[in-house]
């Protein structure tokens, strides 16, 4: 049984020597989330038949021989289609004036309204797309924290280093520090290390830097990520003017470390950095506060030592990649639901595929001996007899609880996945030799050999297009004197994008628990409560249906 999800992971390359941000979160995941098998390629370097999921990295993978995994102009499913999220970093607004970049930003829409899923960085790239009309998710990245020394610094008796970490294009703003640099007097002018590939825009300030600055900056381009680290740590301020971020990486890793952060007065840098930062908004304002620093460093080292510690706990790799991690799972949830809903007959296939997802989501990580099995402890006070069914039993969690409490069990869903994974289950558990069979069908037309003491259906009826046809069967299969339990979601508790009913008592008890579904002659409701963990509000329903033991004369 595959245990992991087969994702086709498609980022930008990047000008920095150890990568960039998709880069490193990829190789983290990679490391450690076995749940995940990611293959960094391109379309056709993988079988198509293997993937479970397409993760674009930025939207500028969305164009060429990529976006076979979308959805059609029309809204159609390609027979190359898979379920696909788009982690979009947003466009910088100014862009958008010209009109050469806003043509190309446009066609970029229109694709993306094609994505399953897309996920943000920001509040602020939320509100982008929101205005564009895109519905997204913020899932903000995280930073490589063991990697990142606190170093801190002390209150220096003169002007040292400050740094720049970023690309040397427009949007960044590297101008506004080579000005405030000339109105700093020399006397109290620091050196300024600019750390970042070059754009378009290099040449002319690097002419700048010589003529106004010839002594007091240094280039060093892009440089390794063991560099980075070393130039931050030797540094007593990092200078970020950027007047537009995805996010905002370089601030974050120098309040990592201990270190003065200057950023550009933007909602999303106050969003990001808090407190923890010094804001400026013009060359002078920003000229004033490197000066101000060397004058009162006691603040700036106080905010940046609140930072490291904010900073370290909120936005490591490891949490990061636990939040993409459930929203990948969310987002493949979503789409097979959506597929669920477009194409009904494929619903066999899909399920197949949304029990895959579920094993490697949590189910594959099962434990009967969890105490928050609270769903479980009714169903086993309420099973009765020898030879109990498990129908529409998924990955077979409930065979296994119910076989460990001595009962003979059968299995029954319409997955060939799903049963495996219950074979896998009853094996781990011990209690394979209390199965009696396997039984795949389809809950609402199967024929069992023989009937049950209890049939057993949790949480089954709200996935299927027409429960009252399950529920009809599924009392043929109860023994004379036996009984039928099943349980469904109360309300919108447990919301789950596949469920396509939801009910209260009240509506529950019309709709099913009704003559014309429950004959009158032979069978009666004994039960039918709403039931919680204990602690809680009710979140579920139970419903027992007894078979009249005279059905058996």
Known sequence: MRSNLNVLWLAPQTQFPGGGIMDQWRDYLKAHLKEFHIYPASPGEFPDEEIDLVFYGSDSMLQGENT????QEGGAYPDTYKPNVLYFWGWPPQRLLDPGHFEYYMARLRVMFRCDTVLVPTPTVFDQVCIMGVRSEVIFPGINISKLPVVGGGPKTRPEKIMYLSRLSAEKNLGMVLAAMTVIPEEKRPHLTV?????????LVMAFAREHLFNHVTFTGAVSEEEKVRLLSETDILVHPSMYEGFGMPPLEALAMGKPVIAYDTPHMR???????????SVEGLAETIIHFYDQPVDALMRAAHGAERVRKAYSFEQASVRLWAALHQALKRSLAIRLRVEPEEWRSIYDAEHKRNWAYSLERFDPDWGRHWRARFVRQYTEGPDVLDLAAGGGVYTVLLARDGHRVTWSDISPVAMEQARIQAEKHGVSHMIDDYLVGDCRTMVTSKQYDTVWMGEVLEHLPDPDVALKNALGM????????LTVPLGEHHFDPMHLHVWSRES???????????????????????IAEEGADPSCLIAIIRRSPEEAK
């Open 478 to 485: 109860v023994k004379p004197g036996g009984k039928l339990i």
């Open 508 to 530: 529950f008890k019309s709709e099913l628990l009704n003559p014309v579904v429950i004959p009158t002659k032979g069978y009666s409701v004994e039960l039918l409560d709403e």
């Open 195 to 203: 750390v970042g590939p070059n754009s378009e825009d290099s040449d």
């Open 68 to 71: 076979r995994y979308l959805f």
């Open 271 to 281: 969003w990001l950095l808090q407190e923890d930062a010094y804001y400026v908004s």
